[in-house]
């Protein structure tokens, strides 16, 4: 009988031992079991793991190296951009005749590059003194020398003078002149600092500039300390020289 008792015994022990190992290999068999983890820690469960899979670690690849300059701009965008900037340049010039900025319809119909305003070129003098007497006297030269052209050629030529509008208007009175080429106002010099025609640490500080500007609307010609003598063959000279190309 004891013998007997000791069998049954073990054969329960035996049961236990496989429903345990059953009930387990189900908790490993799904992802969505979990194995009972200590009460103080921060979950209340640990989920289940694969039985003898590996951990996958997610390969991170080193960034590629390149040979590129990141800085380096495209030479396309490059220039499209240099185009921009410039009919920016000219938007906020005053016209005297309107006292109005141009803005940026006006800066289009003045820049040579834009169509349909296309012209060969645009020859700006410039001046950053007030009251320029060199200025001035190349303003009675071409009005001079181009009251006979036609529209087109003075069309390609204007002024910027750092005076007021109101200073240019009332000089222009009193010399009596109606000049056919237009006249600008830059009292705050954005114009003449876009294209870095007064630099403290040059002697081209206070001079007057003539500056070319051809149908590709890059950088202009730029020429300076202009003898107020010389503008008008320095002008029938940049028309030529433009119509050529």
Not at 9 to 26: G, M, N, P, T
Not at 151 to 156: D, G, L, N, V
Not at 172 to 181: A, D, F, K, V, Y
Request: charged letters at 30%; aromatic letters at 6%; glycine letters at 4%.
């Amino acid at each position: 009988a004891i013998a007997r008792n000791e069998k049954n015994d073990e054969e329960d022990k035996q049961i236990v031992v496989d429903e345990d190992r059953e009930l387990f290999a189900k908790l490993l068999s799904t992802s969505k079991g979990a194995i009972p983890a200590e009460e103080d820690s921060e979950s209340a469960f640990i989920g289940a793991i694969q039985a003898g899979q590996k951990q996958k670690v997610k390969k991170v690849k080193p960034p590629k190296q390149t040979t590129k300059n990141p800085t380096k701009r495209k030479k396309s965008n490059t220039t499209e951009n240099e185009k921009v900037a410039q009919r920016l340049h000219f938007e906020s010039l005053i016209d005297i005749d309107t006292s109005h900025a141009l803005g940026p319809i006006g800066a289009a119909t003045l820049v040579p590059w834009i169509p349909p305003f296309l012209m060969d070129c645009l020859v700006v003098f410039v001046d950053p003194r007030p009251n320029s007497g060199d200025l001035r006297q190349t303003i009675k030269y071409l009005t001079s020398s181009f009251h006979d052209k036609d529209e087109k050629s003075m069309r390609q030529v204007i002024f910027v003078a750092a005076d007021t509008v109101q200073e240019m208007k009332s000089w222009l009175q009193r010399n009596g002149l109606e000049t056919p080429i237009r006249v600008f106002s830059d009292a705050d010099l954005n114009f003449t600092t876009a294209y870095k025609l007064i630099d403290d640490e040059t002697y081209h500080k206070w001079s007057m500039s003539m500056l070319v500007f051809d149908t590709k609307g890059i950088q202009p010609q730029i020429l300076r300390h202009v003898e107020p003598s010389y503008a008008v063959q320095l002008t029938l000279d940049a028309m030529e020289s433009s119509r050529n190309n």
